[in-house]
């Protein structure tokens, strides 16, 4: 038997693997288009800060070790150009050699990647516009970096690679500038929770525009004008693309293999195309949504692995399920670590699936062991049963683990009840007797339960103001940081003794600083009468951030996100 | 209502809270033999090396802030003696006033927690012993170290309070030296994980003595003389306690409570001793083994908070299961991390559990990504249909949260299939695409599947060697620090081309560095009609830090053991 493999990054190379180790008389080969197999394109970024500093680092294999060490018959700079099933033959054109030969195969797996979109603006045509998806492309910029001498760089869209990019230029000393077409950065954040990293960027002095998409562009001289919607022009030396990518389907559509409803390779459970002899994995292949069981794209090279191991297994007659992708997704953006999984609200909307939601800022270790700052985590979850459709976290430390054990949580179709039963390591320097996965789990869970009844940060105005009281529960002094337009303070502790200010025919809208001490009010309020309470999820910390940004105020800063004392669980040891 | 609670820390304070969450009306007192609540018992250690600086960051919550915030009736220095069950009355000492008092209950909670054990060795009865269980402790032996200058310090004990008081002495300057009767540090590792910190130790000059208990002590002036069971003389200048802590079962054993076959308070699924009225929590009582389903004690500081708050509902009515304790543990040793969840082998041995296991050592994040070191992980599971029974985690960095991620899957009842399909999340500075818990479920199914026969780092002895190869097939310069004794090299890469020297009629016992590219060339040599090969699980990595504690051999440093590569994944983009 003969299998032949389009691609040798993460997926294809990943499958060769597995196909090897499961059979030793097959024969493998690789056909990659490009001159590098199986080499770090998640570390791409990192190699313009020199964070990565050599070349070589980010070659994880060369072809002839992993040829020698799996037998594998892997043919670099390899062009496929047609597929014929019936023949079941390709056609593959050597770069090198210019010209064109066919290949038998029994078994193909097609692994192509997907390309950087280029929006079609006039002007983008120049050798000063770059994108970054492979080890040439991060070469060419690098040597642009150096020979040309550039100050300023415009990166176009605010995605991962966007963002590790700016982040990476800015370290190395440009002055950089985002350009992007929605209202926030990050898009597998919701808004409120990209608030949080649009302050860190800001301070940072990592420039950036929001709902402002270029228009067109003007060249003066070595230097690039770009003119958005809102009339604003930017001067640069030089523009990369990072808004995006396409599957590569070129090659499976000219085949006449399926193409799915998102623009990617349609696949069946056992990652079969449309023809059962070829098999398509990774970002060119339309996956499931774990959540919702709807068709997506979802890019990401953890998933692509998983596909090529599952894909070798039923090549060689396994019947291996790949069982869609939940899309857990993790960036460093300067000091802070930002983390997703699951769906999150704009794909629970779109995917007509209920939901609610709630906000907790915990502490990522014991407030009494130096370094701790908190985990901002939004949580989504099945307003019926509890089921966990989704979280999203940002803060300086611990943020990994929290979103991986709820991504673990969800695998396993757990419910946020669950959540406040996991017994999770604890020790001062590393969490808390009461997790932040934990704390999550009883805030969600005591809003199915009906112990509170809540609101969220752009809810106010949903409700009759005038009709409303809105009641800060904070300390004096951290109102003189800010407080809601018209909101009255009573401090949590004196609550009970002063029952008598509020007016129990009005809707009591009651917030703190992260929700802990408000959910609090709550209990009293209702336990001794109240009938309209509600509580502001995750508090003046989460709505805060959305008006600054909404507004154009200055400079909200992350570190004072961060400085606010968030230490209040019943019990911290 | 009225509910009085027995002892304000973890899950005294837990359920306080809770009991007032519920209940606006009832009355809550809070009865506390010492004059501290909800303090940071598990910092304490911390306090010695000034880490943790001030005395009032021990204390999460004074008395008074605590009372004012729940509307809690709190007294302190309040010893209670009795519990008349008929009266539903107790009888306290309040040790200011130096007189007993009588209180009523309606549902009685007994938090009284542990208290340090003191072996029965005669001359311990001195002023230079040391136990560390609350605030007055620490600050006793902070006044010692201060006031009479001691240079030397022994610790009984390797526990994880003895090792955590041994590193912040050592920080702190002190000569510290631990001794343990049993043949390891740190209980709830095996012997082969202990092995790892052992080194770690070493290079640190923290000094330790295994399986060499205290005999007698002599004093000599201000020093004491301990002669350890093999003849050995060790001088110092204090002792500290660390050999673990008994549940503190006086009350509820005079009231006619039931005590546990393990010597704590029995109490059932809700909580409740043999008395209804009375409810049990935190480390006085025997839990169940999430496991194993035996009772246990499980001295923890996250299951009591747990424990507070269900018992808090049920006293309310509510009809809450607290379902098991499995035993979460995390420690920071110097510059590495130590994390166990669920059973280690000695447990699942004693509970009659049958088990396989396997290790890996995979790097923590990606290669190419600066900082990155191994986590050797153990992982134990069912070798009938792969159920997950516990893991442990020993490195510098990302321990936690693995261990976390392995402790939600125990949970949710999964096995080590489900772990190869966990989607976490990926970046460089993260993880890797197959993230080291993705990796110990491909390991250990591996061996459910049958796609390779392993053997442990025990086991040399099992088979006839006359009648084996051993097989190294790692670099010849990697065998240059050492190789497992008779064995020969064949570096994987020229296995195949190397065949005809392996003896088909032997068994053939391979090993690598970590045990990946050994399953490689299990997979090469029995596609290729070999018919007796098994791998040695976890590599030389696993096999020779415990050869060499077990023969006395100079020190094989931690750092050495994270520098040897780990870098064998198929793909490590």
């Not at 090529?308 to 019947?319: F, H, P």
């Amino acid at each position: 038997m003969k299998v032949v493999i389009v691609g040798g990054v993460a997926g294809g190379a990943s499958a060769a693997a597995r196909l090897r180790r499961l059979d030793e008389k097959i024969e493998i080969v690789i056909l990659e288009r490009g001159a590098y197999i199986s080499y770090a394109n998640c570390g791409l970024p990192y190699y313009l800060s020199g964070k990565i500093q050599k070349e070589e680092d980010l070659v994880v294999q060369t072809p002839e070790l992993l040829g020698k060490r799996f037998n594998l018959d892997i043919r670099t700079n390899q062009e496929v150009m047609e597929i014929n099933q019936i023949k079941k033959t390709i056609l593959i054109k050597d770069q090198i050699k210019n010209k064109t030969y066919e290949e038998k195969y029994d078994k193909l797996l097609l692994s192509p990647g997907a390309k950087p979109f280029i929006p079609p603006i006039k002007g983008l045509d120049t050798d000063k516009v770059f994108s970054l998806r492979d080890i040439p492309d991060v070469l060419a910029i690098k040597e642009f970096l150096e020979k040309k001498n550039p100050k300023r760089v415009v990166i176009f869209g605010a995605g991962y690679i966007g963002i590790e990019i700016a982040e990476n230029l800015k370290k190395a000393g440009f002055i950089v500038t985002i350009i992007e077409l929605m209202d926030q950065i990050l898009g597998p954040l919701d808004y409120e929770m990209a608030t949080l990293v649009h302050q860190h960027l800001k301070e940072k002095e990592v420039e950036f525009y929001l709902s402002d998409p270029v228009q067109s562009i003007e060249h003066d001289g070595s230097c690039q004008i770009l003119i958005l919607a809102s009339g604003k022009k930017i001067k640069t030396d030089m523009i990369i693309m990072g808004v995006g990518v396409r599957p590569e389907i070129g090659l499976a559509k000219d085949a006449g293999l399926d193409i799915g409803t998102t623009g990617g390779i349609k696949v069946n459970e056992y990652l079969q195309t449309s023809d059962p002899d070829i098999y398509a994995v990774g970002d060119a292949i339309e996956v499931l949504d774990y959540i919702s069981g709807s068709a997506a794209l979802i890019p990401l090279a953890g998933p692509a692995n998983k596909q090529g191991r599952t894909a070798a297994g039923n090549i060689l007659g396994e019947r291996s399920v790949y069982n869609g992708t939940q899309g857990s997704s993790i960036i460093k953006v300067f000091d802070i670590t930002i983390a997703t999984t699951g769906n999150n609200e704009k794909l629970l909307k779109r995917n007509k699936i209920t939901y609610q939601k709630s906000y907790t800022h915990s502490p990522s270790h014991a407030g009494y062991y130096p370094g701790a700052s908190p985990i901002s985590l939004k949580i989504l979850f099945s307003p019926d049963d509890g089921k966990i459709l989704g979280a999203q976290a940002v803060g300086k430390e611990g943020v990994d683990k929290r979103i991986d054990v709820i991504a673990t949580a969800i695998r396993a179709g757990l419910s946020v009840s669950d959540l406040e039963n996991l017994e999770l390591c604890y020790a001062p320097p590393y969490g808390s007797a009461k997790d932040p996965v934990n704390m999550a789990g009883y805030v969600a869970n005591n809003i199915i339960k009906g112990d509170v009844d809540i609101f969220h940060w752009d809810e106010f105005e949903q409700h009759d103001l005038n009709n409303c009281i809105i009641l800060d529960v904070r300390k004096p002094d951290e109102c003189e940081e800010g407080i809601i337009e018209s909101a009255i303070n009573i401090p949590l502790d004196e609550l009970r003794d002063r029952l008598g200010e509020l007016d129990n025919n009005k809707m009591i809208l009651i917030y703190c600083q992260v929700g802990l001490r408000g959910y609090l009010a709550y209990r009293i309020l209702k336990l001794n009468g109240f009938s309209k309470v509600k509580n502001l999820s995750g508090g003046y910390k989460t709505y805060y951030p959305t008006t600054c940004i909404q507004s154009n105020c200055p400079l909200y800063s992350y570190e004072k996100i961060l400085k606010s004392d968030v230490l209040e669980a019943d019990s911290k040891k």
